[in-house]
């Protein structure tokens, strides 16, 4: 497996990947799957910090990672909101970490100063994944997302780089 940007050819499998997620779990408040011109310009942002990687296991893209900006306002400019999803086949097995470690190496060469992860809850893997790369549980909004009938909490997790 290795990590490396995403390319065009990784669009279709990186939707597929989040469109799972919309579809039947939390980790997205998106109800609806995004349009491929999405993902396109996720992968052609200039934007300082803005990154998109892709877990690549011989030519099959099985997870990916982003950065983009968290607030749409200049006093944020050097913090970036992270993510990262996988694949199902791919969970449990580090990929999610080599993810995160190269985005964050990434993204501090890009002199991003904080990075902010925002759990929807429950999600222990994916707490103790960003626990595991430094980062540090900062907050918990309840009750702001309403999904598949239910109220879900979540919670703030930062890294300052």
Known sequence: MIVRSATPSD????????DEEVLTGISTFDTEP???DYWRSRLHSTEAGDRFLVADDDGVTIG??????????????????TSLYLARQARGQGIGKALYATLLDQIRADGTHTAV???AQPNPASEALHVACGFERVGLVPQVGRKFDRWIDTAFYALVL
């Open 117 to 119: 992860a925002v759990i």
């Open 34 to 36: 995004r349009p491929a």
């Open 11 to 18: 669009l279709a499998a990186v939707a597929a990947i989040y």
């Open 64 to 81: 990916f990672a982003c950065s983009s900006s968290y607030r749409p306002r200049p006093a944020y400019a050097r913090t970036r909101e």
